[in-house]
């Protein structure tokens, strides 16, 4: 079992940035690739960005140039940077964790076993 616990949502006004962090417990961190989706209001859960155990990383269209996704493996815990923010990124931020390590990574959720509870994330224009 893994634990995630997602951190450091809020608003702020469009153009503003704000960092989220999860943190994992439960099992071995550096053997799991890790995403991060988001979901708004009356919308589907969407790809934001992964990470795999390798340091592998990749960004939805929405995201690149803007989002930057790091992991701390000492610390167990993932980060998604997001800078340049608009109205439109505003969602429910969760973190997913993988059973195992890949070569490449996941932007499906089914691919992901774990999830946190999710972080509010409001962006105002």
């Known amino acids: 079992q893994v634990q995630l616990l997602e951190s450091g949502g809020g608003l702020v006004q469009a153009g503003g940035s704000l960092r989220l962090s999860c943190a994992a417990s439960g099992r071995t961190f550096s053997t799991s690739d890790m995403g991060w989706f988001r979901q708004a209001p009356g919308k589907e859960r969407e790809f934001v960005a992964y990470i795999n155990c390798r340091g592998v990383t990749k960004n939805a269209d929405s995201a690149k140039g803007r989002f930057t996704i790091s992991r701390d493996n000492a610390k167990n815990t993932v980060y998604l940077q997001m800078n340049s923010l608009k109205p439109e990124d505003t969602a429910v931020y969760y973190c997913?964790?993988?059973?195992?390590?890949?070569?490449?990574?996941?932007?499906?959720?089914?691919?992901?076993?774990?999830w946190g509870p999710g972080t509010q994330v409001t962006v105002s224009s």
């Open positions: 997913a964790a993988t059973t195992a390590c890949s070569a490449f990574g996941y932007t499906s959720r089914g691919s992901y076993a774990y």
